[in-house]
């Protein structure tokens, strides 16, 4: 009898175990930390390699990648910011929205949530029975998430997706700047551009880790955009900056 709970309570914890481990628990800081890191390389390398093909001087190079670590950390955090702050601003009006419904309306709230599992494939009598054990224990909770779509991996955390972006971004900025301190100004365009390419390869397969995903086409998406990203930038700096 003991060996048979024993056994039941392993594995019950080997599930929970499973369970914990979901690619999906993560997409709420992976999204911003890729998209700020990403974008701190990209645009901090593409700006350094259309600076560097212009001719300009070292000290320029270095000042321009300097401004750019700070004014697009800050851009990133305060677009974050907003735009989930957008999204979170939405989830709230509409939780209030069913909050009153339910209050005022609660059997046609449960037809609506009872439907919605009809429609996934639960016999109408289960479906019923199930939309209203969950009413009772939280009414809001299941609406939140059955008809609305909130949970609590999807909701809104702006102030966790700004600092998430801006420190990120700063952190992917630093290796096409400390790139372009260590080399000297002649070989600079190059040294930049290798320099931020491993690191965006490095980033695309520890982004595909993470989540999941497969990472030869994460490096391939990440090192096309980024390699495109300078080519315009650095031919840009060339043209404009023989013309000057």
């Known amino acids: 009898m ?27 800081w992976l999204r911003a930390a890729v998209l700020g890191a990403n974008d701190g390389i990209v645009s901090t390398a593409s700006l350094l390699a259309g600076v560097a093909a212009s001719g300009a001087a070292r000290d320029t190079i270095l000042l321009s990648g300097i401004a750019a670590l700070f004014a697009g950390a800050m851009s990133m955090a305060a677009g974050e910011y907003v735009s989930v702050s957008a999204q979170s601003d939405t989830e709230r ?27 996934r494939g639960l016999t109408p009598q289960l479906a019923g029975e199930v939309a209203r054990q969950l009413m009772d224990a939280d009414a809001l909770a299941a609406h939140a998430r059955d008809e609305l779509g909130i949970s609590e991996i999807s909701t809104a ?6 600092l998430t972006s801006a420190a990120t971004f700063s952190a992917g900025a630093l290796a096409p700047l400390l790139a372009a301190v260590a080399s000297p100004s002649s070989l600079a365009l190059p040294v930049i551009v290798l320099a931020s390419l491993l690191c965006l390869a490095l980033l695309g397969y520890a982004g595909a880790r993470l989540g999941g995903a497969n990472t030869g086409r994460s490096l391939m998406r990440v090192l096309f955009w980024g390699v495109l990203a300078m080519v315009v930038t650095a031919g840009a700096g060339r043209l404009f900056g023989a013309a000057i």
């Open 93 to 119: 009006a509409d939780l209030a929205k069913e909050k009153h419904a339910i209050a005022q309306q609660p059997e046609v709230e449960w037809q609506e949530l009872r439907n919605i599992y009809v429609e």
């Open 157 to 162: 955390r702006p102030v966790q997706a700004a």
């Open 2 to 28: 003991a060996a048979v709970e024993g056994s039941a309570s392993g594995a019950l914890e080997h599930a929970r175990a499973h369970h914990a481990v979901h690619y999906v628990n993560r997409v709420g």
